[in-house]
Nanobody, 120 residues
C-alpha cells in the first residue's frame, strides 16, 4: 500500500554533512508519521528522528540532537534527514519508516536502506 525509497547515503569525512531523502508512494494519505532508523554493525536498530504527518511534531535521539534535522515536503511526498557534524558513530544503514493507518490498525512500511559511512 505504501512504498518507501531512500537515497542520499554515501561516504563522508568526520564533520561532514549528508542529506538523506525518503520518497513515499502509494496510499500516502494513510501515513500518520514518518521517521528514520539506523542499524550499525553489531548493534540493534535504533530510532534516529521522527516527524508527524502534519510536520508539527518532531523528535530526535539524544545522540543526534543539534546535528540532525528531519523535515518533509508534502508536495513531493518526501521526508528528509539533514545530517551535519557527522561522527564515526553515525556509520550505519539508515532506514526510512512510515506508520500507516489501515482499517484494521497501524502498520509500518520500510525502505530498503541506504548506507552512511563516516570515515577518514
Amino acid at each position: 500500500q505504501v512504498q518507501l525509497v531512500e537515497s542520499g547515503g554515501g561516504l563522508v569525512q568526520p564533520g561532514g554533512s549528508l542529506r538523506l531523502s525518503c520518497a513515499a508512494s502509494g496510499s500516502t494519505h494513510s501515513i500518520v508519521a514518518m521517521g528514520w532508523y539506523r542499524r550499525a554493525p553489531g548493534k540493534q536498530r535504533e530510532s534516529v528522528a521522527g516527524i508527524s504527518a502534519t510536520g508539527g511534531s518532531t523528535n530526535y535521539a539524544d545522540s543526534v540532537k543539534g546535528r540532525f534535522t528531519i523535515s518533509r515536503d508534502d508536495a513531493k511526498n518526501t521526508v528528509y534527514l539533514q545530517m551535519n557534524s557527522l561522527k564515526s558513530e553515525d556509520t550505519a544503514v539508515y532506514y526510512c519508516n512510515a506508520r500507516v493507518r489501515a482499517t484494521s490498525g497501524l502498520f509500518s512500511a520500510w525502505g530498503q536502506g541506504t548506507q552512511v559511512t563516516v570515515s577518514s
